[in-house]
């Protein structure tokens, strides 16, 4: 799954496709999402707000201007397309525009959101998130983190799945650096075999804070093969998709990897 910020203020991309004016140059945004799948992209992640920890959040209609003339064209290039939304109000407009997943880092907690989500035909991803991505990172505590996140994962996707939404439409995701330390994150990608037993699990290591208290890379740019040795090592520990910025750098550290396997 290849990332598409359609943000000023994304932590590795932000402001990538801005106008000088501070507008969004929809135009960059299209021709960075075709390059990603030109790269190997399977899936395309669309996201018009920053969950960065500390970010301001965004008004629903600036992120519907942001993504809605990136979401409109890309439903016609052939790959699946995600929203990565926590608004209803938006997850309603790209699901008429034609999406096919909808990845909420809010884990669909909001009544609306699960309820618009059910009753679409998309793919679903359940994120876990501890508070909001404004205070998330303010010392975040869990007495067991992965029992307190794979419970949080197992309760949302029983909710779909009482609501009649087909399991195979619901995917799961720790939520990596979502009020997360580093000693939970590790935790967490140590039990991804365990989550693989919940729903297709998906991870989202990219360029995080995380890879750069592993390497001692501060620049998130300085943070491309951290990532990719994360993103390897959860593979084949029962990751099933992974949400990347370095789409043709993680899709070839796969296929040499899965030359070996085979
Ligand atoms: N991480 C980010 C955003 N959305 N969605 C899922 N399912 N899993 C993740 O790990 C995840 C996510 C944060 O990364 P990014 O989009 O690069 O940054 P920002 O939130 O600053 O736009």
């Not at 960075?32 to 959040?57: K, M, N």
């Not at 029992?147 to 399991?167: P, S």
Request: proline share 5%; hydrophobic share 45%; net charge negative.
């Amino acid at each position: 799954m290849g990332i598409v910020n359609v943000t000023p203020d994304s932590f590795s991309d932000g402001g990538q496709f801005m106008n000088s004016g501070g507008g969004i140059n929809a135009q960059r945004a299209i021709a960075h999402a075709q390059r990603l799948i030109e790269e190997g992209a399977d899936i395309l992640d669309i996201g018009g707000e920053s969950t960065r920890p500390g970010a301001a959040p965004v008004s629903i209609q600036e992120e519907l201007d942001r993504i809605m003339p990136v979401v409109e064209r890309a439903v016609s290039f052939g790959v699946p397309i995600s929203v990565d939304t926590r608004r209803p109000q938006v997850m309603q407009q790209v699901i008429a525009a034609g999406v096919d997943l909808i990845n909420d880092v809010n884990g669909f907690r909001d009544p609306q959101a699960i309820d618009i989500a059910a009753n679409s035909s998309c793919g679903l991803c359940i994120m876990h998130m501890l508070g909001e991505p404004a205070t998330m990172q303010q010392d975040p505590t869990y007495e067991d983190v992965v029992a307190e996140v794979t419970g949080f994962l197992t309760a949302q996707r029983d909710r779909f799945l009482q609501l009649g939404v087909d399991q195979h439409r619901l995917l799961i995701d720790p939520g990596f650096g979502f009020g997360k330390t580093l000693a939970h994150n590790i935790a967490l990608l140590k039990a991804l075999s365990v989550m693989a037993g919940i729903a297709p699990v998906l991870v989202g290591v990219s360029r995080k804070r995380m890879i750069g208290e592993i390497t001692g890379q501060q620049d998130p740019s300085r943070r491309v093969a951290g990532s990719v040795a994360v993103a390897l090592w959860a593979t084949a520990h029962g990751a099933q998709f992974l949400r990347v910025h370095d789409v043709r750098e993680t899709v070839d550290a796969l296929k040499a990897w899965a030359a070996l396997e085979s």
